[in-house]
């Protein structure tokens, strides 16, 4: 049996518990290279134990709405960024922590432009670009030991919009 959800537009007052959303909303903070490049300054909290940030590319398949969601996972360790290469949206998905499990799971969709940083310990959907070429810049911590825990549900959730 199958339980729905419909994905909402992604903004920072829904995602707020959950993490960063980045864009270019509003004024730029300042201008910078002779007034020709806005700079939208400090749009993500990074946090990362024992380690250090790295920069890695993920080039995921597109995927389809709707969409089967089994599984999401956490990183207890540190924050994670997923930043697209491209002006196209992508679905997210995120879920609160219930005593160690996942909460009933929220999906986004983004609008093209925005990127979103998953905060620690974040119960989150796999990367799941919407369209080709599904490219994304991942900042996330690089470190010793194990970063990531799954939980796979009972019973599937699916969403769609």
């Known amino acids: 049996m199958s339980r729905s959800i419909v994905a909402e537009p992604l903004t920072r007052e829904a995602f707020a518990g959950f993490g960063d959303v980045l864009d270019t909303a509003g004024e730029a903070d300042k201008l910078i290279n002779q007034g020709l490049c806005g700079r939208y300054h400090d749009r993500a909290r990074l946090d990362f134990a024992d380690a250090r940030a790295g920069v890695s590319l993920f ?49 986004f969709l983004s609008a093209p432009g925005q990127a979103v940083n998953f905060h620690r310990g974040t119960w989150h959907g796999v990367l799941t670009p919407l369209v080709a070429p599904g490219l994304f810049a991942v900042v996330d911590r690089i470190g010793e030991g194990p970063n990531l825990e799954e939980h796979w549900f009972e019973a599937p959730y699916e969403i769609k919009t």
Not at 83 to 90: A, E, H
């Open 59 to 107: 080039k995921a398949e597109p995927r389809s709405l709707p969409l089967k969601l089994d599984m999401v996972e956490r990183h207890p360790d540190g924050s994670q960024c997923f930043i697209p290469m491209s002006m196209d949206g992508f679905l997210v998905v995120v879920a609160g922590d219930e005593g160690g499990k996942p909460g009933t799971p929220r999906a």
